[in-house]
């Protein structure tokens, strides 16, 4: 992935202008002694084109991906049961994905949760605030530099999972001691980087509507300052950058776009002969399809983008019809 060494590092700084991917930036695992971890999950034949495909929300990282029930289909805020990167688990229907192309990966659903699947998950909330609260207090003891951002019971399986925040990487081995002493249990810590926080926490960006990363997005997706770039935005760190720090995930969104409408005109710098002048390409503007041009006899042009044209590999206006 692009960017994961500065990402590991911490060094990636927006003013660096780095490419900078999404995901963890270090995963730990233990578990408790003598626990078996179990054979990994099966890979599953391709979905059927007459599947309904549905976006989860899991309800320990509020992450979305794509998921399939061939049953009936489910209206959004069901419950439902799946297939996690940690293990079975709950899942809330979100939506139904509408270009199946875009789904990075599939997860079956196995059912719609039961009421008594619903009472677990209460039961489990209210121990995961006591279980934050407890390994907050053993990484105080421990003096441990890292801050732990949420916790998560598995609805089927024996094994807590804490997620924390660390700028570097964290001996915590003594700290699963403590907590496999009072909890009894498998324990996983994950490390998480400062883009999974933001997903994991919330909150409301600069536009007024809550993170992307948090209620819409499938997947944390690269995002590199050529985005802003080529969407002619401003550079200022200030403004392209989102709550955690990083680049706004939503430079991504219509960076397509951009890329495919600026194949279509010059470079801005380049230079054109025409009506016996040889003129330089001053801007390029997307959203309006038009291009600004500034003459050696210093006159100005702003043409529609439909009247350039590449032959040779050299641009050319053609001429008004």
Not at 17 to 43: H, I, K, R, T, W
């Amino acid at each position: 992935m692009a960017g994961d060494d500065e990402y590991l590092n911490g060094e990636d700084d927006i003013s660096a202008l780095e490419d900078q991917g999404g995901g963890e930036d270090f995963v730990e695992v233990s578990e408790a002694a003598g626990a078996a971890s179990g054979p990994g999950p099966e890979e599953e034949p391709p979905l059927p084109p007459d599947v309904p495909v549905y976006r989860l929300r899991l309800p320990y990282t509020n992450e979305t991906f794509p998921a399939a029930w061939p049953g009936e289909p489910l209206p959004c805020r069901t419950w439902v049961l799946t297939t996690t990167p940690h293990g079975r688990d709950l899942a809330q229907v979100i939506g139904c994905v509408q270009s199946r192309g875009a789904a990075p990966g599939t997860a079956r659903i196995s059912r719609p949760a039961t009421a008594g699947d619903l009472e677990r998950m209460e039961r489990n909330r209210e121990l995961e605030a006591e279980a934050f609260g407890i390994c907050k207090q053993k990484i105080a003891a421990r003096r441990l530099d890292m801050k732990l951002i949420t916790v998560h019971y598995l609805l089927e399986e024996a094994k807590i999972i804490f997620f924390f925040a660390a700028e570097n990487r964290v001996d915590f081995r003594e700290l699963v001691r403590d907590l496999v002493s009072i909890f009894k249990t498998r324990i996983e810590l994950r490390q998480i980087g400062v883009r999974d926080e933001a997903r994991v926490v919330g909150g409301v960006g600069t536009c007024g509507r809550t993170f992307c990363c948090h209620s819409v997005s499938d997947k944390l997706k690269p995002v590199s300052i050529k985005m802003a770039k080529d969407q002619n935005l401003s550079l200022n760190s200030m403004k392209i950058s989102g709550a955690c720090g990083r680049l706004l995930c939503c430079l991504a969104y219509e960076h397509s776009f951009y890329s495919e409408q600026l194949k279509l005109v010059p470079n801005e710098g380049a230079r054109i002969s025409y009506d016996s002048t040889v003129w330089k390409v001053a801007d390029v503007n997307v959203i309006t399809a038009t291009v600004g041009l500034f003459g050696e006899d210093g006159r100005q042009l702003r043409l529609p983008a439909s009247r350039f044209e590449k032959a040779d590999g050299r641009w050319r206006i053609r001429e008004s019809v």
